[in-house]
């Protein structure tokens, strides 16, 4: 299986008789799926089923959909909506004095209101009605098919990317162990060099002290497990990259997961290689995230 971006954009049209639309579809990142269907009116009725098929397709991102539709020209004309004209002016007749002090209606101000100024073309029958919501449905069948498609193309590119990032994430995992495997004869040698200073200072210090305070840095140096816990990250986004499909939820918090060895990692750092190495993997890390943000 392989994975798939949360962005894409999709097109389709069609026409029946002088009915003609345009779906257009669009996707981008978001937390969970979030629908928004932007719909001219007599079309709403479409609403509902399209969000379902929706929610079968995709499992993440935020998706607009609109719809534009037009008619030839000569197949309607205009009329004016008698009753919801008198509907207005009787309500700004109703205002009374509040009026008073403004200027009185336009003409083309109350054919701008809406539900004023209507087509005058008959209604379509059942049929119809029927037949066109129909095709308008295949139309976004379609669009949303492709929009799936450019999505899991993305998603492609995105699986080199990750892997490359993993890749890289590897090496100074690597490097950092051998960084690492230097650090307690760093240690030492500080160490003997505090200890002359200390008994110079003091010369009764008990040696049993000493080895304490020594085994103390070392434990205290030690990044044995925070390695041990990279690789095992390392291992489990492989894992999930293999598998394909919705993983990006999983993969943010596993990325989560490889910052906090990492800062863990700088933390004990007692040497500047093994420091310049912990950055590094944390701007690795973070270029990780970035990527992983797109992943469905």
Avoid: Y
Wanted: proline letters at 3%; one cysteine or more.
């Amino acid at each position: 299986m392989t994975i798939a971006s949360m962005t894409g954009f999709s097109r389709a049209e069609g026409h029946d008789g002088a009915l003609a639309w345009v779906w257009e579809v669009k996707s981008v990142n978001a937390k969970s799926l979030d629908l928004r269907f932007r719909l001219p009116g007599g079309f709403e009725a479409l609403e509902l089923p399209l969000r379902a098929s929706v929610s079968q397709k995709l499992r993440r991102g935020s998706v607009t959909a609109n719809l534009t539709v037009t008619k030839a020209a000569g197949a309607a004309g205009l009329r004016v909506n008698r009753e919801a004209l008198d509907a207005i002016l009787a309500l700004a007749r109703s205002l009374g004095d509040e009026l008073k002090t403004l200027a009185p209606p336009r003409i083309d101000g109350l054919l701008a209101l809406k539900g004023v100024l209507e087509s005058a073309e008959d209604s379509p029958d059942e049929a119809t009605r029927e037949r066109q919501l129909g095709l308008l449905a295949a139309s976004f069948a379609r669009a949303l098919e492709r929009l799936g498609a450019m999505r899991t193309e993305e998603g492609a590119r995105l699986d080199g990317v990750l892997r490359e990032r993993l890749d890289e994430i590897a090496m100074l995992v690597r490097q950092a162990a051998a960084a690492a495997a230097a650090q307690p004869a760093a240690i030492k040698a500080r160490l003997e060099n505090l200890v002359k200073a200390l008994i110079e200072t003091v010369p009764a210090l008990p040696e049993e002290r000493l080895a304490h305070e020594a085994a103390l840095l070392v434990a205290k140096a030690d990044i044995r497990e925070e390695l041990d816990r990279l690789k095992a990250h390392l291992d489990a986004a492989r894992a999930l990259l293999a598998e394909g499909e919705a993983i990006g939820r999983r993969f943010d918090f596993l990325c989560q997961e490889f910052n906090r060895e990492a800062n863990t990692l700088c933390s004990k750092s007692a040497d500047l290689e093994l420091t310049r190495l912990g950055l590094a993997l944390k701007a690795a890390i973070e270029q990780l995230r970035e990527q992983v943000q797109n992943i469905e």
